[in-house]
Each structure stands twice: as structure tokens, then as C-alpha cells.
């Protein structure tokens, strides 16, 4: 593992199988032996694509010489600019065009959709989540509890592995749902967990949370250019994803959502409302009463912002060019092989990964567990001694993510070796 074999091999590796980095802009590293940082946490901020300096600096240079008439003129008028966006993210998630759209950022993307979804009705009242959930998908459910004047320790049902486990298994959420699925308005759950890597099971579970009456939504922050997404044939009913991390569109760079086309122009869903998730033809009429289209475009709000925006058309092309089926391939290899180096180095330190073994369920992070805890200062001797950057969970949770789009095969051996020196 430590031997110039063990690095000359992975070098090999890259040659047989490139990956896309050079569309990417890799950060220099922090200390150690190479220029540039073995960058394994695409899963907390994508890298910045090349192109994305140029898309952003045209709507600067629109803005400075057309004001407020860009909106309508010019190569990309701003008015139907998000639109642009509206097939490639449609197509990342498995949806038809309508029932996406890009707005917002994820955790006010999941009220919006909570209003119009999370109906409790009498006893049916509850929300499931992972009890694993993110914290601001916690904090989003327990908030629209106590909007609806429920009380969130009973109306917010958290779902844990068992004991002794580390992840949910698909039987025990179906299992659940079978057995009290009568008291559940809404399932929410993660369709990558963000601290275990697992890929939940979604078209089954949707299938449960339906069987039960249940409406079912996905948050897909973490499953969103990392495994390939069905979200029309599975019947999910909406899903909210951000684009920061998998989809490299840019520090807090605006979020999308999924409706499905059955709740599409259907008038008994509310929906909160602005000027933007009016009819376009008659948006400008200035009407006090709103037409929405039948489209996911009714639950805009605002007038989208442009130059958050303008990263994201490459950012989200790269995909259209590359594939996803071909980047979960390169991905299943890229993680496998972190997986071997990790097998290595493993049973003789007190190091366990705890992401499913199973490659169908999860996709490229891997987590692992420090047994004597430490996570931080772990993390941080990585990056400034080795120029390997991990991200923690505290208190004993590194990940690690070799994205598909630009990680090497070197980026995890060099992270496998660091790990190796500093955990002895
Ligand atoms: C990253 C992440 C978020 C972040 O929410 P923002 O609203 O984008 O700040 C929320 N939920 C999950 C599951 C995440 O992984």
C-alpha cells in the first residue's frame, strides 16, 4: 500500500480509465508531496467547472451593457433563462421537463413542498424521516409540525437502523409503514444518506408509502449525479435536491424540484405563490389573482437570480455530455478501488467503514468510522501534512468522496496512504 508498486499501480489505473478533471479547476494542495489537493469532498462542494467563469462573466457583460433589457434581449434573455436548466436537471433525476424546475436553495425548496404536500388529517399526522436525517430536513419537519399545530416529538417519527447497525434496511421502512402507515401523512426521506453513503431503496419505498395511503418525497442532496434516478417511473410524488455538491454549480447555487405530473394542475394542491408561478403570457398583466401552469413552474416564486444561475449551464452539461450511466460505472470502479486500499489497511487500525458493501447501495462516498474518535483533528492533519481533503461528522466520521467527474484513482491511494501513516 505504502510502496511505489502500490502508487505506480493506481497511476495505471488512470491512464486505463481518465475520468473528465480537466474540465474542472483542482484546488493546490494545503502540504505534501503534490501540487494538487487530492480533492474527495465533491459530496460538500463540487468543484468549479473551467466553463463556468465565461457563463457568468457573459450576464455580467449582459447586464453592463443592456440593463434592465436583457431581460427580453440578447443571445440568453434572463426572463426564460432558468428554463435553460430545466432539461438537464429533468434528465439527472429521471423526470419529464414539467414536472422540474430550479429555484431556491433545498431546505426552503422542501417547505414549499411541504406546504403543498405535508396535509396532515386527524390521526393521519405523522412525518417519517431517517433518523440519520441532515439536521436542516429535521429542523424543515419538526417547524411544519408546529405550523399545523402539532407536536413535533409525536408528529416526527425517525426511523433508525438496529441495533448494532449502522444503516436503515428497506424491510424495516417497509415494515414500519405496513404496520402504522395509517398515521403517516409523509414520508421524507434522503435518497443517499449524507453521513453513511447508503442509497435508500426508493422505488420500494414509495411503493410502501403509497400502499399506505402515505404521500412519499425524497430529498436527493446527496443522490444527484451520484447514482442514476428514476423519479417519474417510480412514482415518487416531489423530491428536492441542491446543486452545490454532485452537480458543481457553485457555493449555494440555486436548488431543483421534482412534482410529479399526477399532482401537476391539480387544484386541490396549495401552493404558496408569486408573480413568477403565473401563466408567462399573462404574467405581465399585472392580475391580482394568479393562473399557474400545470407545470412544476407554479411553485415559483421570485424572478430567479441570473448570475447564480449562470455557472450552472455548464455545470449541468458536463452531465448531458458525459452520461450518467457512464459516470456511475467510472464511479463504481473509482469507490471500489477506495474500498480495496481501505480493506488494507483497515483490520490492523481502529478504522471501520461503515457505507454499504454492496455497490448497488451506495454510491462513490465512503465513510469511515475513527474508533478512538477525533474526526476533526484528523481531517485537518490530512489535508495540511498530505494535501487530502476528507470532510468529518463529528464526533468519529470521515468521508470520503471520489467523484466520478474528476477524482483519480492516485487521489484515493493518496488518501489511503495518508490514512495509513497518520492512524498507526
Ligand atoms: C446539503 C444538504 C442540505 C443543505 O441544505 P441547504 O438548504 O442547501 O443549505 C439539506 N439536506 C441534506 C440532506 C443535505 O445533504
Known amino acids: 500500500m505504502t510502496t511505489p508498486e502500490a502508487e505506480a499501480t493506481a497511476r495505471r489505473r488512470d491512464e486505463a480509465d481518465p475520468g473528465h478533471r480537466h474540465l474542472f479547476h483542482v484546488p493546490p494542495a494545503e502540504g505534501g508531496r503534490y501540487p494538487e489537493a487530492a480533492y474527495l469532498v465533491g459530496n460538500s462542494l463540487g468543484l468549479q467547472p473551467r466553463a463556468a467563469r465565461s457563463d457568468l462573466l457573459a450576464e455580467l457583460d449582459a447586464w453592463a451593457t443592456r440593463g434592465v433589457t436583457g431581460h427580453f434581449s440578447g443571445d440568453r434573455p434572463w426572463v426564460p433563462y432558468y428554463r435553460s436548466l430545466t432539461g438537464p436537471s429533468a434528465s439527472l433525476v429521471g423526470a419529464l421537463p414539467a414536472e422540474t424546475v430550479v429555484m431556491n436553495s433545498l431546505t426552503v425548496n422542501l417547505h414549499l413542498l411541504m406546504v403543498s404536500f405535508y396535509r396532515p388529517a386527524g390521526a393521519r399526522n405523522r412525518i417519517v424521516i431517517e433518523d440519520g436525517a441532515f439536521p436542516s430536513d429535521s429542523y424543515a419537519v419538526r417547524s411544519q409540525a408546529r405550523h399545523h ?6 408528529a416526527v417519527v425517525r426511523l433508525r437502523p438496529r441495533p448494532g447497525e449502522e444503516t436503515l434496511r428497506t424491510e424495516d421502512v417497509v415494515a414500519y409503514l405496513d404496520r402504522e402507515g395509517d398515521r403517516v401523512a409523509l414520508v421524507l426521506l434522503g435518497g443517499v444518506n449524507y453521513l453513511t453513503g447508503e442509497v435508500l431503496d426508493v422505488p420500494t419505498i414509495t411503493e410502501a408509502g403509497h400502499r399506505s395511503g402515505a404521500l412519499v418525497g425524497w430529498d436527493l442532496a446527496h443522490a444527484v449525479g451520484n447514482v442514476p434516478l428514476a423519479l417519474h417511473d417510480w412514482n415518487v410524488d416531489f423530491a428536492a435536491w441542491c446543486t452545490y455538491k454532485y452537480l458543481n454549480s457553485g457555493p449555494g447555487a440555486l436548488a431543483g424540484i421534482f412534482v410529479h405530473e399526477r399532482h401537476l394542475g391539480d387544484p386541490t394542491v396549495n401552493r404558496f405563490e408569486g408573480w413568477w408561478g403565473t401563466d408567462e403570457a399573462t404574467r405581465f398583466e399585472m392580475a391580482p389573482v394568479s393562473r399557474p401552469p400545470a407545470t412544476a413552474e407554479a411553485w415559483l416564486i421570485s424572478n430567479p437570480p441570473v448570475l447564480a444561475m449562470a ?30 486500499l481501505l480493506d488494507e489497511i483497515t483490520p490492523t487500525r481502529p478504522l ?30 490530512l489535508s495540511t501534512e498530505y494535501g487530502v481533503l476528507v470532510d468529518d461528522r463529528e464526533p468519529d466520521v470521515i468521508r470520503l468522496a471520489p467523484v466520478p467527474l474528476y477524482s483519480t484513482y492516485h487521489d484515493c491511494w493518496r488518501a489511503a496512504e495518508a490514512l495509513a501513516r497518520l492512524v498507526d
Open 149 to 154: 399545530g402539532l407536536d413535533p416529538d409525536e
Open 311 to 340: 455557472p450552472m449551464r455548464s455545470a449541468l452539461g458536463i452531465f448531458e455530455e458525459v452520461g450518467m450511466a457512464a459516470l456511475r460505472s467510472r464511479s463504481e470502479r473509482l469507490t471500489g478501488y477506495l474500498e480495496e
Open 352 to 381: 471501520t467503514v461503515i457505507t454499504p458493501r454492496d455497490p448497488a447501495r451506495r454510491g462513490c462516498q465512503l465513510s469511515v468510522r475513527i474508533g478512538r474518535g477525533g474526526a476533526a483533528a484528523l481531517t485537518k492533519r
